[in-house]
């Protein structure tokens, strides 16, 4: 089925096996509704229910925005680890624009990683729930727990190390994560690496709560990498933003896969100025949003 098509119908709220008050299907993925403040709350209830050994096996939560979308119905390699997630939540403001346009019950907010992790440093604190960073490059997840744990009094990261390690060190890396006693590691190695080795070492990190996927976060609170204004992060424009600032492959990455479902939906190639492409994508905003107050 193309993704047009998959769009269409799966823009819909479904009572599947889920529970149609926590989750809603955008693009064929089933998105969770919760609000950062309420993610936080869920990881603290799933670490006290690891800690009643209730939780057997750590929780894998990972973020949807309009490049998982793209590559969910192109690569089947990746729909196959995205399926596996346990919590999905919607990073991009796109998807919040489309399900409020084509869901019953639209989500609420944007639960942007480098958002999130304020709300969880914050919970975490109060909670007692242990972070560990994995991922980046160099000292950046040493600096961003750092500079975090300076920002949450009471924040314990009991370890950070780079990224840059192969799969035979894997099992090694895995063991000194969950010696370090560490409830929730952040998997900062961008996609699709980072769900690939969620995946593949789910059953080495037993003892864990959640492996929480978090792409470029160490990079912004290492403050190696600058955020989108708020402005552009509200008119879902941060794509744009990243495009503008890392022009090579990540940014690069970034449109082409936005631009692949703008096609599809919208009818303009990547090849049109970027100019006309956003007058057509906001054009028909508007057009559906009259449509809709109707």
């Known amino acids: 089925m193309g993704v047009s098509v ?8 479904r009572r599947m096996d889920h529970d149609p ?9 089933p998105c969770s509704r919760a609000t950062r403040e309420g993610l936080a709350a869920q990881m603290v209830e799933d670490n006290l229910a690891k800690r009643a050994g ?15 979308i793209a590559r969910y119905h192109h690569q089947p390699s990746y729909r196959a680890l995205l399926d596996q997630a ?31 992790i ?3 440093c914050a919970a975490a604190a109060a909670a007692g729930v242990r972070f560990y960073f994995l991922g980046a490059r160099g000292d950046r997840a040493a600096r961003a727990a750092a500079l975090l744990q300076a920002s949450y009094p009471g924040l314990e990261i009991v370890g950070a190390r780079d990224g840059y390690f192969d799969h035979t060190e894997e099992a090694d890396v895995c063991a000194e994560i969950v010696a370090s006693g560490a409830d929730v590691l952040w998997l900062g190695m961008g ?36 955020r989108a204004p ?65």
């Not at 096609?263 to 906001?282: H, M, N, V």
């Open 6 to 13: 998959q769009l269409s119908v799966d823009m819909v709220d």
């Open 21 to 29: 008050s926590r989750i809603v299907y955008i693009g064929g993925i």
């Open 54 to 68: 209730l939780l057997l096996k750590p929780k894998l939560v990972v973020a949807a925005n309009g490049s998982t």
């Open 86 to 116: 346990d919590i999905i939540d919607v990073d991009g403001m796109p998807l919040v624009f489309a399900s409020r346009l084509f869901c019953r019950r639209p989500l609420t907010e944007r639960v942007a990683t480098t958002d999130f």
């Open 118 to 120: 304020n709300d969880a």
């Open 191 to 226: 996609s699709p690496r980072q769900e690939s080795f969620a995946v593949r070492n789910r059953d080495l990190l037993a003892g864990l709560t959640w492996i929480r996927t978090c792409g470029g976060l160490f990079d912004f609170f290492s403050q190696h990498v600058p």
């Open 230 to 294: 708020r402005w552009m992060q509200d008119a879902g424009l941060e794509w744009l933003f990243r495009t503008l600032q890392e022009p090579g492959p990540l940014g690069v990455r970034g449109r082409n896969s936005d631009n692949r479902l703008i096609k599809e939906r919208l009818g303009w190639a990547p090849s049109q100025p970027l100019r006309d492409g956003l007058a057509i994508t906001y054009g028909w905003v508007d057009q559906q949003l009259r449509r809709n107050s109707k």
